[in-house]
């Protein structure tokens, strides 16, 4: 069995692009999204309220319970500026809050 070596070497872990880590360009803008959301928002809130997509500069957020969307509401105005700061390429200007029971229901009826 012979093993040719590359001529340039390792690659640095973290140094593969999308279209070299084969995804496809959704799922790749999906990943972008969620790892700046979570850079803004920090690892808590995230989790408590996701990002689902950016749909004409607005950012979809689903909301699990009721006591966090009212704490959400207050933090937006200056997650939206920080995230409007840090990752302007998404194109961010408005946030939706989408409550995960109304969603789930929703995605029932459709089946």
């Not at 590359?6 to 640095?12: D, Q, T, Y």
């Not at 996701?50 to 319970?65: K, S, T």
């Amino acid at each position: 069995m012979g093993f040719t070596r590359r001529s340039k070497g390792f690659s640095p872990l973290g140094s593969a692009t999308a279209s070299g880590l084969g995804l496809s360009a959704t799922r790749t803008n999906e990943l972008i999204l969620q790892a700046a959301w979570r850079h803004v928002a920090g690892p808590v809130i995230s989790r408590r309220a996701p990002a689902i997509r950016v749909h004409r500069g607005v950012l979809e957020l689903r909301i699990d319970q009721p006591a966090w969307r009212r704490a959400i509401e207050h933090l937006l105005p200056e997650l939206g500026a920080k995230l409007a700061r840090e990752h302007a390429a998404l194109g961010v200007t408005r946030f939706r809050l989408i409550d995960a029971s109304v969603r789930d229901e929703g995605e029932r009826n459709r089946s």
